[in-house]
């Protein structure tokens, strides 16, 4: 296969997903498609069996399964996987994504969203509606995003969170728009996330179609490594998270302008808010201009936010009650 015949190339990295990666990888060569697609495995030196299963599957499909496996942990050496071996190995127009703790559910996905996008030359990516898996609880499963019907995604309905508009396990983006990544996401990567500045800086590029049809499976909570895993509980973690953003923010401010620039202003400044919050700055909270978020805030939050301030070792002790860990 070579460049002129690979209409797609899906990325799929893995890290200890031992237990699921033969779910992501049997999905992927399950899709019925009239043109030629590649997909590119990472096994980022995981320390279970999953590069046992990425061999075996690249073995039965070596026509569409390119493996790579790393002899060092890049992620933990803050090296990108996609910009290192991804995105320059790619052959395909098009660019899909599915982390190996995921998978696809409609053998037609690829056919469809690409359909979409040869006929739309204008519109930066296509996505669709997600089956959000609750692996650790008796909690049911739920769409991604409410369901509202086939629509177009703008930069106002990303840039407040991936988590309201879609999960990448669904994107099909151009690759000559996420070959050249702005400053913003190299900023973001720093911090471990890359998938919310690529669908920012997509949305800047032209227009996202969503499709209501749910055709893939988000697992949260899949192992102990997993970025989902406990968030709320790791201060460390979370507050890293919240300073990447505003990093983000603070960059993407220069690529935006008018209503685009407030909407940009408006996140950053709830990110900040939240910051100050996790740094015990209850004070600062209250003073302006991060006392209109917190005017805005519901009764709950108020009472606790005074017994914060007030009280902090009966907050702490609550905290601890919650799960929460001692912040």
Not at 98 to 127: I, M, N, R
Not at 293 to 319: E, W
Request: charged letters at 25%.
């Amino acid at each position: 296969m070579d460049n002129d015949s690979c209409k797609i190339s899906v990325l799929c990295a893995a890290y200890n997903h031992e237990d699921t990666v033969a779910d992501a990888l049997e999905s992927f060569v399950r899709q019925k498609t009239d043109f030629a697609f590649e997909v590119l495995v990472n096994d980022d030196a995981s320390a279970d069996g999953t590069a046992a299963v990425i061999r075996s599957y690249a073995e039965r499909y070596p026509e569409i399964i390119r493996p790579f496996y790393q002899p060092v942990n890049l992620y933990s050496l803050h090296r990108n996987v996609y910009e290192e071996f991804f995105i320059p190995n790619a052959r395909g127009k098009y660019l899909a994504f599915c982390e190996g703790d995921d998978y696809w559910t409609d053998p037609d996905k690829l056919q469809l969203q690409a359909d979409f996008l040869d006929s739309h030359p204008d519109y930066a990516a296509c996505v669709h509606n997600t089956v959000r898996h609750f692996c650790q609880s008796s909690r049911p499963d739920e769409p991604f995003v409410p369901p509202a019907g086939d629509r177009d995604l703008s930069f106002a309905d990303v840039v407040p969170g991936m988590g309201r508009a879609f999960h990448t396990s669904s994107l099909l983006a151009r690759r000559d728009i996420l070959a050249r990544h702005p400053d913003f996401y190299h900023i973001s990567f720093r911090y471990g996330v890359g998938d919310y500045p690529d669908a920012l800086w997509l949305s800047l590029n032209g227009p996202i179609r969503f499709l209501e049809r749910s055709m893939s499976v988000y697992r949260v909570c899949s192992n102990p490594g997993s970025w989902s895993a406990n968030l709320d509980a790791q201060y460390n973690k979370f507050k890293a998270f919240v300073q990447g953003e505003i990093e983000m923010f603070t960059a993407l401010r220069a690529h935006v302008s008018g209503e685009d620039l407030a909407l940009v202003d408006r996140e950053l400044l709830k990110r900040q808010y939240e910051l100050l919050d996790l740094e015990g700055r209850c004070e600062e909270q209250l003073q302006p201009p991060y006392d209109q978020i917190y005017r805005s805030m519901p009764a709950s939050y108020k009472c606790k936010h005074f017994l914060k301030r007030h009280f902090p070792g009966l907050h702490s002790l609550y905290r601890q009650k919650m799960g929460y860990g001692d912040w």
